[in-house]
C-alpha cells in the first residue's frame, strides 16, 4: 500500500457572526474573514479614549458643581437665619406698637 501525503485540515466555515455597537457593524462569515480588524482596533480605541476623556471632564465638571451647590447651602442657611431674625425683630415692633397703641 502506497503512502500519501497527509492533506492540510480545511477551514470550517463556522456559524456566520454579526456584532453590532453603535457606530460599528463588526461581520464575520468565518474564522478568519474578518474585515479590517486593525481599523476597526484603531476605531474602538479611539472610543475608548472619547469615553476615558469625557469621564474625566465628568468628574471635575461634577467635582465642581459640587462645590458650588457646598456655597450655595451655606449661603441659604445664613439667608434663612437672618429672615428668622429680621421676622423677630418685625414682630418685637409689631407688637411695642400694640402695646402702645393701648395703653393710650
Not at 501525503?5 to 480545511?10: F, H, L, N, S
Not at 482596533?41 to 465628568?58: F, G, K, T, Y
Amino acid at each position: 500500500m502506497p503512502l500519501r501525503e497527509p492533506t492540510p485540515p480545511q477551514e470550517s466555515p463556522g456559524p456566520e457572526l454579526t456584532v453590532t455597537l453603535p457606530g460599528h457593524n463588526i461581520s464575520r462569515m468565518s474564522g478568519s474573514d474578518f474585515k479590517k480588524p486593525t481599523e476597526e482596533l484603531q476605531s474602538l480605541e479611539a472610543q475608548l479614549q472619547e469615553l476615558l476623556s469625557l469621564c474625566e471632564r465628568l468628574k471635575t465638571e461634577n467635582k465642581s458643581l459640587r462645590s458650588q451647590q457646598d456655597v450655595l447651602v451655606a449661603d441659604r442657611a445664613s439667608l434663612i437665619e437672618k429672615n428668622e431674625k429680621a421676622r423677630t425683630r418685625v414682630e418685637a415692633m409689631i407688637t411695642r406698637l400694640k402695646a402702645m397703641e393701648n395703653s393710650q
